[in-house]
């Protein structure tokens, strides 16, 4: 991978007490996207691909939208219609891909920067674990994060020498901290 796009890796860790005490720890990686950069992405990788089946594979119709239009100009029409200001810089996507034709990604998220690249403007969620097949997508502005809601460190990336640019709007990743790996 190029540019901005990287691979993170990390740990989900999971506790519940009641009804029945539970915990569990496992590895995971989600794969951050420039959406600019998908046309080309994976060319020269025989088992990756933007374009056709293949054993990990990125589905347009597996996000946001209507699959006819590109994914960068959805997720631009969702954050205008929402927040009245369309995306100026470049948006990127935290997400899984299909692996072996198979998709499971409960959530995808998607990073709206400022021209410069530097700064996350908003973010939208896009929830597919609902009942009968449906998703939903929220999205969430600066403005409306620094009030102090909730969400503030549930979505913030660490800035690793090589990762993408700054942390949405927190210095670090609750939990266990994630490290971006270019093959």
């Not at 991978?1 to 993170?8: D, E």
């Not at 400022?114 to 597919?128: M, N, Y």
């Not at 979505?155 to 990762?163: A, E, I």
């Amino acid at each position: 991978m190029t540019g901005a796009s990287c691979l993170y890796e990390g740990h989900l860790r999971h506790r519940r007490f009641f009804p029945v005490v539970n915990r569990f720890r496992y590895r995971v990686f989600f794969l951050y996207l420039d959406l600019a950069e998908l046309p080309t992405l994976f060319q020269g990788r025989w088992l990756w691909s933007a374009d056709r089946v293949n054993l990990a594979y990125f589905r347009r119709r597996d996000h946001l939208g209507d699959p006819r239009v590109p994914l960068e100009q959805a997720v631009g029409d969702l954050v205008a219609a929402r927040t009245g200001t369309r995306p100026k810089g470049p948006i990127r996507l935290l997400t899984h891909l299909r692996y072996f034709g198979y998709c499971f990604n409960p959530a995808s998220f998607y990073y709206c920067y400022d021209p410069a690249g530097e700064r996350v403007t908003t973010i939208v969620v896009e929830v597919h674990n609902t009942p009968w097949g449906r998703s939903t997508a929220t999205s969430w502005t600066r403005a409306k994060m620094s009030t102090g809601s909730l969400a503030t460190s549930a979505f913030s990336l660490p800035r690793p020498s090589t990762s993408p640019p700054s942390s949405p709007w927190t210095s670090g990743m609750t939990g266990a901290s994630p490290s971006p790996r270019r093959p």
